[in-house]
């Protein structure tokens, strides 16, 4: 069974700086384009960046361009967002989160992670 | 770039059905959209994808009494029988080659 595990989170100053981690088990990452979608607290779901399978495609949400990075080690099947820069309005939970379809570019996600909070508080 | 629409809030009592709506913006009307469920304190959880003909594909372990349907630009998911773990934030999703990946504000859902 897909299962999809973040880490790194915690409590970080404003303008600091933090590495999450997500660690696939129960499939081949390497197949398959992944996610990072967070959650401010009492807030819905936001888009915030998006990798190909081989990694060669990056997207980012405009609020986190040239601040957050999306990659990818298909060896260790693991997934990563380094985030910088980082101000009160980046607090929520971010959820890593895989692509339906195998291989393919975009598509609906079919699981999530549990989710690791990120907290901005001087 | 396609904006998703929903209601912030719906009830309805135990037992009973609810068809919660996910609308498509102009120029969009055609594209796929995918339901997740939020239970209180919990990571989100994908139901189904939902097409414009009305086909709808579940996820593993989803219960019979969820189902999707469609109609013009609207996409739907109803719950049939509703159980008190029914109780949920509901979003929709939806994704292209320039947007990436959309998602709806969110529909509250309580079961009296």
């Known amino acids: 069974q897909e299962q999809l595990l973040e880490s790194g989170g915690g409590v970080v100053q404003p303008g600091g700086s933090l590495r999450l981690s997500c660690a696939a088990s129960?499939?081949?990452?390497?197949?398959?384009?992944m996610h990072w979608v967070r959650q401010a607290p009492g807030r819905g779901l936001e888009w915030v960046a998006s990798?190909?399978?081989?990694?060669?495609?990056?997207y980012y949400a405009d609020s986190v361009k040239g601040r957050f990075t999306i990659s990818r080690d298909n060896s260790k099947n693991t997934l990563y967002l380094q985030i910088s820069s980082l101000r009160a309005e980046d607090t929520a939970v971010y959820y890593c989160a895989k692509i339906m379809i195998s291989r393919a570019a975009i598509g609906p996600i079919d699981y999530w992670g549990q989710g690791t909070l990120v907290t901005v508080s001087s | 770039q396609p904006v998703l629409t929903q209601s912030s809030s719906a009830s309805a009592s135990l037992g009973s059905s609810v068809k919660l709506t996910c609308t498509l913006s102009s120029g969009h009307r055609t594209y796929i959209i995918a339901w997740h469920q939020q239970q209180p304190g919990k990571a989100p959880r994908y139901l189904m994808k939902?097409?414009?003909?009305?086909?709808?594909n579940k996820g593993s372990g989803v219960p019979d009494r969820f189902s999707g349907s469609s109609s013009g630009a609207d996409r739907y998911l109803t719950i049939s029988n509703l159980q008190s773990e029914d109780e949920a934030d509901y979003y929709c999703?939806?994704?292209?080659?320039?947007?990436?990946?959309?998602f709806g504000g969110g529909t509250k859902l309580t079961v009296l």
């Open positions: 129960g499939f081949i990452l390497s197949n398959y384009g």
């Open positions: 999703e939806t994704w292209d080659s320039n947007t990436q990946k959309v």
């Open positions: 990798i190909g399978y081989d990694g060669n495609n990056k």
């Open positions: 939902v097409e414009g003909s009305g086909n709808y």
